[in-house]
């Protein structure tokens, strides 16, 4: 069993847990005479069926180019309805075991949670379901909100992380620098004790084309034995082959039952019989036929700019440098020849469309560089305290820099993207705030519902003061009493977003990957994000009871029992 399989055993072995539990609470009910023991039986059976939904949805492919089965969509969904009512039939269960432990602390709690569960006026009760279900609603509103919209910055930053550098060493000057082979060792020396690694990069920008169609595209040199060690373009190979990058003979010649190419369903597309291996052409002809067939250097480009460019694995592009030489016209730009090797995905449109990798000497050579690189790239192994590397390499690019020259310039993926991330995470904090005033207007139900209790139980307040009871005990009464009814909302409340959103987290939403670019709905379930819901929900509701339980406090022993 692997260490990803434990956590969901273990999430099934409590769930038949509390589905058990259910049942026998269900049964003394109904022996007792008590029909809320068929929604205890209910919510076992929403437990069993939970916990038999959820093994066979687990066990549906999940992959991007899995089939799309409306069986398996049906079956994670039905998983995710059943869980989400079994953790509410859970949480009504255990709603009177917390209100008896509450009316065993002392005076103030146990008349505060006696009210709570107390029978009420027809008007009351339903004003009081109303506050718990206005405050479970936002809660949840927000819970989710967050968590999808974490979910998609997630995903970007991982993206981002994954396609690019974590630290970029270079110049502001056009052109590079040279001697790059002693600041290369350098940096690695830097950046070793963290675990980071680095490779030399070559940037130019650059025109490609093919036989039907026309492109930009951001040309980069990599180094083919180091760039799987910065960036994550190995492991997002869709069609090809890496290596082919550095052996271009094989592309000449690829086997009839090499995939070339896919189809907007994942389909693959094979290359098909090679006629010049066919059996009924002369000799010579062969010969003639592959002796038209050029060697040249492979690239790997992404995904939208095959698409632009009409092209699979195996076929000609044709790639324009501005960087050329200087003749009778001006400056000429220099074109070249490749073959493509191989198409990536990585799920950004911006880099599938506009990026190619080349090797790097043929960059340098393509874009008139000599032994000049545009860059070295550097990748630390947490991204998230990149802080702490980004110090030793400055500290290594300064003793590195020649004298005379421009200093060597180091930018960390936080300083580069220090714009987007500003903007979502200003874009959370706006949600939230906004989403916290649903909770605080879900509040003002509890203000009423107060304000109606002190009205309805003036006569008991009375007899209570006239007993002794003093004005603060009265108070922390209502008080209490408006904190465990914004308790409760908050807990299905937050409780039933954590459930929906682990369950869209683990199970999916099946979308549209030629409109999203994305095949499922990202969903980052932060712990720390739905405890901050929570205080602030319980902390606005705390707030509401002040002037209600103020009113009841102020309450004197004759006005209450004046007319009784």
Same mark, same amino acid.
């Given at each position: &069993?692997?260490?990803?399989?434990?956590?969901?055993?273990?999430?099934?072995?409590?769930?038949?847990?509390?589905?058990?539990?259910?049942?026998?609470?269900?049964?003394?009910?109904?022996?007792? !005479? /008590?029909?809320?023991?068929?929604?205890?039986?209910?919510?076992?059976?929403?437990?069993?069926?939970?916990?038999?939904?959820?093994?066979?949805?687990?066990?549906?492919?999940?992959?991007?180019?899995?089939?799309?089965?409306?069986?398996?969509?049906?079956?994670?969904?039905s998983a995710l309805l059943t869980g989400v009512l079994f953790l509410v039939a859970v949480l009504a269960a255990l709603l009177p075991v917390i209100l008896d432990v509450l009316e065993r602390r002392g005076f103030s709690s146990y008349v505060g949670a006696r009210h709570v569960r107390a029978t009420k006026s027809g008007f009351l009760t339903v004003i009081s379901v109303l506050s718990m279900a206005g405050v479970a609603v936002s809660s949840c509103a927000l819970c989710s909100v967050t968590s999808i919209m974490g979910g998609f910055g997630a995903d970007l930053k991982r993206k981002i992380l994954g396609n690019n550098a974590h630290i970029v060493v270079d110049v502001t000057r056009p052109g590079?620098?040279?001697?790059? +082979?002693?600041?290369?060792?350098?940096?690695?020396?830097?950046?070793? #004790?963290?675990?980071?690694?680095?490779?030399?990069?070559?940037?130019?920008?650059?025109?490609?084309?093919?036989?039907?169609?026309?492109?930009?595209?951001?040309?980069?040199?990599?180094?083919?034995?180091?760039?799987?060690?910065?960036?994550?373009?190995?492991?997002? =190979?869709?069609?090809?082959?890496?290596?082919?990058?550095?052996?271009?003979?094989?592309?000449?010649?690829? #086997?009839?039952?090499?995939?070339?190419?896919?189809?907007?369903?994942?389909?693959?597309?094979?290359?098909?019989?090679?006629?010049?291996?066919?059996?009924?052409?002369?000799?010579?002809?062969?010969?003639?036929?592959?002796?038209?067939?050029?060697?040249? #250097?492979?690239?790997?480009?992404?995904?939208?700019?095959?698409?632009?460019?009409?092209?699979?694995?195996?076929?000609?592009?044709?790639?324009?440098?501005? &960087?050329? $030489?200087?003749? #009778?016209?001006?400056?000429?730009?220099?074109?070249?020849?490749?073959?493509?090797?191989?198409?990536?995905?990585?799920?950004?449109?911006?880099?599938?469309?506009?990026?190619?990798?080349?090797?790097?000497?043929?960059?340098?050579?393509?874009?008139?560089?000599?032994?000049?690189?545009?860059? =070295?790239?550097?990748?630390?192994?947490?991204?998230?305290? *990149?802080?702490?590397?980004?110090?030793?390499?400055?500290?290594?690019?300064?003793?590195?820099?020649?004298?005379?020259?421009?200093?060597?310039?180091?930018?960390?993926?936080? +300083?580069?993207?220090?714009?987007?991330?500003?903007?979502?995470?200003?874009?959370?904090?706006?949600?939230?705030? =906004?989403? /916290?005033?649903?909770?605080?207007?879900?509040?003002?139900?509890?203000?009423?519902?107060?304000?109606?209790? *002190?009205? $309805?139980?003036?006569? +008991?307040?009375?007899?209570?003061?006239?007993?002794?009871?003093?004005?603060?005990?009265?108070?922390?009464?209502? &008080?209490? $009493?408006?904190? =465990?009814?914004? !308790?409760?909302?908050?807990?299905?409340?937050?409780?039933?977003?954590?459930?929906?959103?682990?369950?869209?987290?683990?199970?999916?939403?099946?979308?549209?990957?030629?409109?999203?670019?994305?095949?499922?709905?990202?969903?980052?379930?932060?712990?720390?994000?739905?405890?901050?819901?929570?205080?602030?929900?319980?902390?606005?509701?705390?707030?509401?009871?002040?002037?209600?339980?103020?009113?009841?406090?102020?309450? /004197?022993? *004759?006005?209450?029992?004046?007319? +009784?």
């Amino acid at each position: &069993m692997s260490a990803e399989q434990v956590p969901f055993l273990v999430l099934r072995v409590l769930s038949v847990s509390a589905a058990v539990w259910l049942a026998v609470l269900g049964f003394r009910r109904l022996r007792a !005479g /008590s029909a809320r023991g068929i929604g205890w039986l209910f919510g076992s059976l929403t437990g069993f069926a939970f916990t038999v939904l959820s093994y066979f949805a687990a066990r549906a492919p999940r992959e991007r180019f899995a089939p799309f089965k409306l069986k398996d969509e049906i079956v994670g969904f039905s998983a995710l309805l059943t869980g989400v009512l079994f953790l509410v039939a859970v949480l009504a269960a255990l709603l009177p075991v917390i209100l008896d432990v509450l009316e065993r602390r002392g005076f103030s709690s146990y008349v505060g949670a006696r009210h709570v569960r107390a029978t009420k006026s027809g008007f009351l009760t339903v004003i009081s379901v109303l506050s718990m279900a206005g405050v479970a609603v936002s809660s949840c509103a927000l819970c989710s909100v967050t968590s999808i919209m974490g979910g998609f910055g997630a995903d970007l930053k991982r993206k981002i992380l994954g396609n690019n550098a974590h630290i970029v060493v270079d110049v502001t000057r056009p052109g590079g620098y040279g001697d790059w +082979e002693d600041k290369l060792d350098g940096i690695r020396l830097a950046v070793a #004790p963290k675990g980071g690694a680095a490779t030399p990069v070559v940037a130019g920008d650059a025109m490609g084309s093919s036989a039907s169609n026309t492109a930009g595209a951001l040309v980069r040199g990599i180094d083919t034995n180091t760039i799987a060690q910065v960036i994550d373009l190995k492991q997002n =190979i869709e069609v090809g082959n890496f290596d082919w990058l550095d052996d271009p003979d094989k592309l000449a010649d690829l #086997p009839a039952d090499t995939i070339i190419g896919r189809g907007p369903g994942g389909e693959p597309y094979f290359k098909g019989p090679d006629l010049r291996a066919s059996a009924d052409l002369d000799p010579a002809v062969k010969a003639a036929l592959r002796k038209d067939v050029k060697v040249l #250097p492979g690239v790997i480009i992404g995904k939208e700019l095959a698409k632009s460019l009409h092209v699979l694995v195996g076929d000609e592009i044709t790639l324009l440098s501005p &960087m050329g $030489e200087l003749g #009778p016209m001006g400056v000429m730009p220099r074109t070249r020849r490749f073959r493509v090797a191989a198409i990536f995905y990585s799920g950004m449109y911006e880099y599938d469309a506009t990026h190619a990798y080349i090797r790097l000497d043929v960059a340098q050579s393509f874009f008139s560089m000599g032994d000049h690189i545009s860059q =070295i790239d550097v990748r630390v192994p947490d991204p998230e305290r *990149v802080a702490e590397v980004t110090p030793l390499v400055e500290a290594a690019a300064v003793k590195l820099s020649e004298e005379g020259k421009e200093p060597l310039r180091v930018r960390d993926w936080v +300083e580069m993207n220090k714009n987007l991330f500003s903007a979502l995470k200003l874009e959370k904090i706006a949600t939230f705030i =906004i989403l /916290s005033i649903a909770i605080a207007v879900a509040s003002f139900c509890i203000v009423c519902t107060l304000l109606l209790m *002190v009205t $309805e139980k003036g006569k +008991e307040i009375a007899i209570l003061k006239a007993l002794g009871a003093s004005d603060g005990a009265i108070m922390r009464i209502f &008080m209490l $009493e408006g904190v =465990i009814i914004g !308790g409760i909302g908050t807990v299905f409340g937050v409780g039933t977003a954590f459930a929906a959103c682990s369950g869209l987290a683990r199970f999916g939403v099946r979308l549209d990957p030629e409109v999203y670019y994305i095949d499922r709905l990202p969903v980052n379930v932060n712990e720390g994000d739905y405890a901050m819901v929570a205080v602030a929900a319980l902390i606005i509701c705390t707030i509401a009871t002040l002037y209600p339980a103020r009113a009841a406090s102020r309450l /004197s022993p *004759v006005d209450g029992l004046r007319y +009784e």
